[in-house]
């Protein structure tokens, strides 16, 4: 039954010898609900130990004696005052607003929406609307295990995330939505140059300890790192961190794939709009290869080592204003002939740099492919996109003196289109024979692969 | 490959067994002149004679007492237990002598006990149990529990080479509804590695015997909603495969554990005791378990379906760790 006025909540007489109490525990607090004869308190006597109940139902407007205080039979303990009610007029200045409780929890729920904001502003890529504030329960707060832990890895900070989950809670998809949002903003936005350096981020990075910042001096101009050139920056310092690196080369004689690639020049150009590079042709056969060569296209997990039936390449790919660099995936190529390639690649390499490129287009990669022979360089030694175990680079076809046998099987030196080929390899994974027959078997396919083959 | 029930693929390769090796002896209680009560030995002393397809008398301490009086002379028996309820009667057999005669003397004991078990045909608090936990809680002994006829042949395969003894969980509800190929050669399923019985992202399932089949419907139902959840098998439930358990865990970070014996001290517990330890940073929701309730079988058809975990209950558990 509700009370009407409040009611005092005294020390009761535990027996005639009792004379005093001390309270050992308050099962309710200020400002809490109560129903009457609901356990209030404990009370510890000479005698007996036991719980005092309500004398009524209301709200506790006001204790008056804390734990582990003794006080005499009858001294009041605690106000319960009716659902509603005022404050009682007495001693109006300890008593805390007994309806205080909810109030600061839309506020922080609300300030984390705004918080949010702008993490999101610059993300093309749909990323969960901020729930509706939920103030039923402590969703918001509450971080779960593994959404700490990846906000760690990623230095985020979990008030600023969206969270979808039970009471508003940020869940492991909400975070890694954020994740892979980050990855994506990344690939946007512009960046200072780095032809040749290979894959771009899949995560922004995490802050690094900076060190003591250096004035600025005479000559010297100052600009800010951008998020691609931080994660490309992080990027790469953790793959070597983490990758045993090592680079094998060969040396490709490119004559029947140029003849191919004449051959076939005009007809690509006119019925497909595309052209069959030089970079195809490696793309399609080191497909080929590396369904023979599992642990190249492998990654080592924990300490399991994974391999697949399937190839995602991914391709270093240059940004139009040539600051930044984005590794778009071409999915499965190992279900794509020359002319599939040809257009998966082209269509890929042109978003990219037009920064079009959907998050999902970056991501998966399970070897990769880097390309700046274009620029006439003939050796590199590019580094591992982790957590891949190998990065192919292509080099400039030169026409070069070579040693072939003329009809007669005697060594005559032939003028011939060659090609240099590197693999840097994660030798934690791949041991050098592997990595030199991964080579030979993708020189052999480059130099006797008929068109049909293609 | 053929087509076998769970029973026949059971029935199939203890026959095989027994054909292979001269030591492999069946003995039970009625599992002669009569093939078993659910017939897994049908037409098997017609084919090995009585001395290999011994009629026991009422005694599971007998029986298990005189398999691993055999085994220590050199023999493989296989025991049938007519109900798994029944081995409580054989318990010391089992659990004093038999699980520890090689910690104490060095000398192993290669048995087998078959328990058909389980519930879901009102066979009440006597003939519906599930005790893999209490014996999973024995060193010394090693438990299977097969979901799939497959299985349930290379796992009998396994346990009669295993040199210690193995107890084998048949689920009586599977015998004769579950169909699948088996192949028709013999073959062996390791002890102690799971099975990934379906693929999926967002929740596991971790689970064994009839439960399996419970938690693929399930499944198919958060599948209408987008939810994909992915169903371990543990198929062993001592040894288990903890690597297997923990690897799904921390792919999917929410975790189902289900199974149809009594919740309070089910090997349930040991899986959500497990996670916690090992792959507490990869939660993100608490490990929910669903199993029956801590009370014995019931025999009235309603209060048994109220009793087992239905398909429904498990949606249910797995929509509240989806919308976590």
Same mark, same amino acid.
């Given at each position: 039954m509700a009370t009407e006025t409040a009611l005092d909540v005294v020390m009761p007489q535990m027996?005639?010898?009792?004379?005093?109490?001390?309270?050992?525990?308050?099962?309710?607090?200020?400002?809490?609900?109560?129903?009457?004869?609901?356990?209030?308190?404990?009370?510890?006597?000479?005698?007996?130990?036991?719980?005092?109940?309500?004398?009524?139902?209301?709200?506790?407007?006001?204790?008056?004696?804390?734990?582990?205080?003794?006080?005499?039979?009858?001294?009041?303990?605690?106000?319960?005052?009716?659902?509603?009610?005022?404050?009682?007029?007495?001693?109006?200045?300890?008593?805390?607003?007994?309806?205080?409780?909810?109030?600061?929890?839309?506020?922080?729920?609300?300030?984390?929406?705004?918080?949010?904001?702008?993490?999101?502003?610059? /993300? *093309?890529?749909?990323?969960?609307?901020?729930?509706?504030?939920?103030?039923?329960?402590?969703?918001?707060?509450?971080?779960?295990?593994?959404?700490?832990?990846?906000a760690a890895e990623h230095g985020i900070d979990v008030g600023s995330v969206p969270g979808t989950g039970q009471g508003g809670r940020v869940t492991k998809k909400d975070i890694l939505a954020v994740v892979e949002a980050g990855a994506s903003t990344t690939a946007r936005q512009e960046a200072a140059a780095a032809p040749a350096a290979p894959p771009a981020p899949a995560r922004p990075a995490a802050p690094a300890a900076p060190p003591s910042p250096q004035p600025q001096v005479g000559g010297e101009q100052l600009e800010?790192?951008?998020?691609?050139?931080?994660?490309?920056?992080?990027?790469?310092?953790?793959?070597?961190?983490?990758?045993?690196?090592?680079?094998?080369?060969?040396?490709?004689?490119?004559?029947?794939?140029?003849?191919?690639?004449?051959?076939?020049?005009?007809?690509?150009?006119?019925? +497909?709009?595309?052209?069959?590079? +030089?970079?195809?042709?490696?793309?399609?056969?080191?497909?080929?290869?590396?369904?023979?060569?599992?642990?190249?296209?492998?990654?080592?997990?924990?300490?399991?080592?994974?391999?697949?039936?399937?190839?995602?390449?991914?391709?270093?790919?240059?940004?139009?204003?040539?600051?930044?660099?984005?590794?778009?995936?071409?999915?499965?190529?190992?279900?794509?002939?020359?002319?599939?390639?040809?257009?998966?690649?082209?269509?890929?390499?042109?978003?990219?740099?037009?920064?079009?490129?959907?998050?999902?287009?970056?991501?998966?990669?399970?070897?990769?492919?880097?390309?700046?022979?274009?620029?006439?360089? %003939?050796?590199?030694?590019?580094?591992?996109?982790?957590?891949?175990?190998?990065?192919?680079?292509?080099?400039?076809?030169?026409?070069?003196?070579?040693?072939?046998?003329?009809?007669?099987?005697?060594?005559?030196?032939?003028?011939?289109?060659?090609?240099?080929? /590197?693999?840097?390899?994660?030798h934690r994974l791949v041991d050098g024979a592997l990595a030199g027959r991964f080579l030979r078997d993708l020189r052999e396919k480059l130099q006797t692969w008929g068109e049909d083959r293609y | 490959m053929a087509e076998l029930t769970y029973l026949q693929a059971i029935s199939d390769g203890l026959r095989l067994e027994m054909r292979r090796d001269k030591r492999v002896y069946v003995i039970g209680e009625d599992v002669g002149v009569y093939g078993g009560a659910f017939k897994v030995t049908l037409g098997f002393q017609e084919e090995f004679g009585p001395l290999r397809v011994i009629d026991a008398p009422l005694s599971e301490a007998a029986i298990v007492g005189s398999c691993t009086g055999a085994a220590l002379m050199g023999m493989r028996p296989v025991a049938e237990m007519q109900f798994a309820d029944f081995?409580?009667?054989?318990?010391?057999?089992?659990?004093?002598?038999?699980?520890?005669?090689?910690?104490?003397?060095?000398?192993?004991?290669?048995?087998?006990?078959?328990?058909?078990?389980?519930?879901?045909?009102?066979?009440? *608090? %006597?003939?519906?149990?599930?005790?893999?936990?209490?014996?999973?809680?024995?060193?010394?002994?090693?438990?299977?529990?097969?979901?799939?006829?497959?299985?349930?042949?290379?796992?009998?395969?396994?346990?009669?080479?295993?040199?210690?003894?193995?107890?084998? %969980?048949?689920?009586?509800?599977?015998?004769?509804r579950i169909k699948a190929d088996v192949p028709e050669e013999r073959f062996t399923v390791p002890i102690g590695k799971a099975r990934t019985h379906r693929e999926g992202e967002d929740?596991?399932?971790?689970?064994?015997?009839?439960?399996?089949? /419970?938690?693929?419907?399930?499944?198919?139902?958060?599948?209408?909603e987008d939810v994909s959840v992915e169903i371990v098998d543990l198929r062993s439930v001592f040894p288990w495969d903890r690597e297997a358990v923990l690897e799904s865990v921390r792919k999917t970070s929410k975790v189902l554990v289900l199974h149809e014996d009594t919740r309070t001290g089910g090997f349930g517990a040991e899986i959500a005791a497990t996670i916690a330890e090992e792959a507490f940073e990869s939660l993100d929701a608490p490990v929910k378990r669903i199993a029956a309730p801590d009370a014995p079988v019931p025999f009235s058809p309603p209060l048994e379906k109220a009793y087992i975990p239905q398909v429904e209950t498990v949606v249910q558990g797995l929509s509240e760790l989806a919308a976590y």
């Open positions: 027996g005639v010898s009792v004379s005093e109490g001390t309270i050992t525990k308050w099962l309710k607090g200020e400002g809490e609900a109560i129903q009457a004869d609901e356990p209030l308190l404990e009370i510890s006597t000479d005698k007996v130990d036991t719980e005092v109940p309500s004398p009524g139902t209301g709200i506790v407007q006001q204790i008056l004696v804390q734990e582990g205080e003794t006080v005499d039979v009858g001294a009041k303990l605690a106000v319960i005052s009716p659902e509603g009610a005022p404050a009682a007029a007495e001693e109006p200045a300890e008593g805390p607003e007994p309806t205080a409780e909810p109030a600061p929890e839309p506020a922080t729920a609300e300030a984390a929406a705004e918080a949010a904001a702008p993490s999101t502003a610059e /993300t *093309p890529a749909p990323v969960p609307a901020p729930a509706a504030p939920d103030v039923s329960g402590n969703g918001k707060t509450f971080v779960s295990p593994v959404v700490a832990r990846i800010p790192m951008n998020a691609m050139r931080k994660g490309i920056a992080e990027h790469m310092r953790r793959s070597l961190d983490t990758a045993a690196h090592v680079t094998s080369a060969i040396e490709v004689d490119m004559s029947k794939v140029v003849a191919i690639r004449e051959q076939l020049k005009a007809e690509y150009q006119r019925s +497909y709009g595309v052209n069959p590079t +030089y970079l195809i042709f490696v793309a399609r056969a080191a497909t080929d290869t590396l369904l023979h060569y599992p642990w190249i296209n492998g990654e080592i997990r924990g300490d399991q080592i994974v391999t697949r039936t399937y190839v995602n390449l991914g391709f270093a790919v240059e940004l139009a204003d040539g600051k930044g660099l984005i590794v778009p995936v071409v999915k499965n190529a190992e279900g794509l002939n020359l002319l599939g390639m040809a257009r998966a690649v082209t269509d890929i390499a042109e978003r990219a740099r037009n920064k079009q490129l959907l998050p999902d287009e970056v991501q998966g990669g399970t070897f990769t492919i880097t390309n700046p022979g274009g620029y006439g360089t %003939f050796h590199g030694t590019p580094i591992i996109s982790q957590p891949q175990s190998a990065i192919l680079g292509t080099y400039a076809v030169v026409k070069r003196p070579w040693v072939v046998q003329d009809e007669l099987g005697e060594d005559v030196i032939a003028i011939r289109p060659i090609m240099n080929l /590197t693999i840097t390899y994660d | 081995v409580s009667c054989g318990w010391d057999q089992l659990v004093t002598v038999a699980a520890k005669q090689f910690y104490r003397a060095g000398t192993p004991v290669p048995i087998v006990v078959r328990l058909p078990s389980g519930g879901g045909f009102s066979g009440g *608090p %006597f003939h519906s149990q599930n005790p893999e936990s209490s014996f999973a809680h024995i060193p010394g002994l090693k438990c299977v529990c097969p979901a799939t006829p497959e299985d349930a042949k290379g796992l009998l395969a396994s346990a009669i080479e295993d040199p210690n003894p193995v107890l084998y %969980f048949e689920h009586k509800h599977l015998y004769r929740i596991s399932v971790i689970t064994w015997g009839a439960m399996v089949y /419970t938690a693929d419907e399930a499944a198919d139902e958060l599948a209408k």
